[in-house]
C-alpha cells in the first residue's frame, strides 16, 4: 500500500483529501505536515505539527509515493504581503524541493485560474509564480489544478467570496462553452480529482476547472 503527504490537512479541501485518502485502499499511511492538529484518531495517520516556514528542516520525515499541498491563504486572512508569499509561495516550492531530494515521484498542488507570474495583481502573480518554480524541480510526475471559485462550508466568514458564489450561481446556467470553466466548484470534486491524478495521471501538468470536475466524476465511477 501507498503512502500520501499532505499539507494543509486542517483546510477545506485538505480536509475532505485526507477523508477521502482514508476511506481509499491504495493507502496504508497519510502523513501530515501542519501547524495544528487535524484531530482525527485513525491508524493509518502520522501527523507532525511543524512550523511550515521551516518544512526544509522535516526532510528526514519527508517520505512518500505521493505529495498532495493543499496549502493557501487569502488576503482578508492574511494582509501582510510578505506573510501571503511565504504562505502561497514558500510552502509549495520547499515541498517540491522535498519532492526532488527525496525522490517522491508525484506532487499534487492546487493553484487557481488565473495564476500568471507576469500579473498585475499581486496574488495572481504569486500564484503563477509558484507554478513557474515548482515545475522547475525534477519530479516525474507534477500536476497543478487550477480551480475557479471553491464553494464550501468554510469555518471562516469571506463575504466578498459569498457575494461571488450567489452571482456565479444565478448566472451559471448560462455558462457554457468557453465560459463553463467560470462555473463554481466543490472542495470535494477537487480532492477526487487530485487522487485520481496521483494515481491514474494525466497528459497535462496545468488542469483547467472544467477539466477537474471531468476528472472528478472518473474518480467517482471507479
Known sequence: MKT???????????????????????Y????????????LDHSKIEEHLVDLFHLKEHSDKFKADEVYCCIGTTKSKTPDKDVYKKIDHGIP???????????????????AMGA??????????IKGKTEK??????IKKTYILKPSLIVGDREENRTGEKIAKFVMEFFKPLMIGSLKKYRPITPEEIASAMIFLANDGHHQTRIESEEIRELANSMEKE
Request: charged letters at 25%; aromatic letters at 8%; a positive charge.
Open 28 to 39: 496504508g499511511k497519510i502523513i501530515l505536515f501542519s501547524r495544528s492538529s487535524a484531530n
Open 93 to 111: 516550492v520547499a515541498a517540491a524541493g522535498l519532492c526532488e531530494k527525496n525522490a517522491i515521484p508525484c506532487y499534487v498542488l492546487i493553484s
Open 116 to 125: 500568471d507570474p507576469k500579473s498585475k495583481i499581486f496574488y495572481s502573480r
Open 4 to 26: 500520501a503527504i499532505i499539507l494543509g490537512a486542517t483546510g477545506l479541501t485538505g480536509g475532505i483529501l485526507l477523508r477521502k485518502l482514508l476511506d481509499d485502499d491504495r
Open 133 to 138: 518554480d515548482v515545475l522547475e524541480y525534477d
